[in-house]
């Protein structure tokens, strides 16, 4: 029997990098996961490849800024397995690295209305389930840019909307801890996903932030990790493995974010 045999997870973000490697984590544990995603093709794909693995799985839209849509995602999650127990609130971009001055404000307000806004709206209608499931787990997808390392250049909004995750994780999980859900964190560092090609960097050279480490870096795997490699620590929290854990970020990335 699988460590999540029984639990229904709903995973935002889950149409590729950590959420699906994540999904594909827990659908391999036993758990049957909602995939939530403004990716129908991509999500599409991950869902078949845990149905034709044994496992179950299903798609849903929903772009988590919009509180229509996650409300309806949840709802429909809740509808087709009748229950949620573990909430992923994964989904997030990198958004425009520029210097402060030429940060446009609707940008900065795109990258804080997906990133933090986003993991608001998704745990303000999940915690009701999880509230008569009787307990839960909450996870959010932080960084260590933003909690551990500022050294990425013209990253402002991105680290506010990362720093602001583990703030509202650590209220919410004193909030909710008296019903039995547990919130944490999990903050990579360097993980093989495609969010780096949908980033736009404007002349970030003229902030002149530059970390140079000339012997290479003496982190794990010189820091580089994979999406299966935040999906355990993922698998962790989500289970009774992790039943005591709570109010705690943590950092999945060989320690590079030490030095930076």
């Known amino acids: 029997m699988g460590m999540l045999a029984g639990k229904v997870a709903f995973i935002t973000g889950g149409a590729s990098g950590i959420g699906a490697g994540t999904a594909r984590r827990f659908a391999g544990e036993g758990a049957r996961v909602m995939l939530a995603d403004v990716q129908p093709e991509e999500g599409g794909r991950v869902r078949d490849e845990i149905v034709a693995a044994g496992g179950e799985a299903a798609y849903v839209d929903c772009d988590v800024s919009d ?9 429909a999650t809740a509808l087709r397995f009748g229950q949620l127990d573990i909430v992923f609130a994964n989904a997030g971009i990198n958004g425009v690295w520029t210097p402060i001055e030429e ?4 940008e900065w307000d795109r990258t804080l209305d997906i990133n933090l806004r986003g993991t608001y709206l998704t745990v303000h209608y999940a915690v009701p389930h999880l509230k008569r499931a009787g307990g839960g787990s909450i996870l959010i997808t932080s960084s260590v840019n933003g909690t551990r390392s500022f050294s990425t250049p013209g990253a402002s909004a991105y ?8 703030a509202f994780m650590k209220m919410i999980a004193l909030e909710l801890g008296r019903h039995g859900i547990r919130c944490n964190a999990v903050c990579p560092g360097a993980i093989e996903t495609h969010i780096g090609e949908r980033t736009e960097q404007r002349h970030t050279e003229r902030i002149g932030i530059e970390v140079e480490l000339p012997q290479g870096s003496p982190a794990l795997n010189e820091g580089l990790g994979e999406p299966v490699d935040v999906a355990d620590t993922c698998l962790f929290l989500a289970s009774d493995l992790g039943r005591h854990v709570s109010g705690v970020e943590i950092y999945v990335d060989g320690g ?4 930076r």
């Open 67 to 75: 509180p229509e849509a996650v409300r309806a995602a949840i709802e």
């Open 103 to 106: 940060l446009r404000p609707e």
């Open 159 to 166: 680290s506010t909307s990362k720093a602001g995750q583990v």
């Open 256 to 259: 590079a974010s030490l030095l």
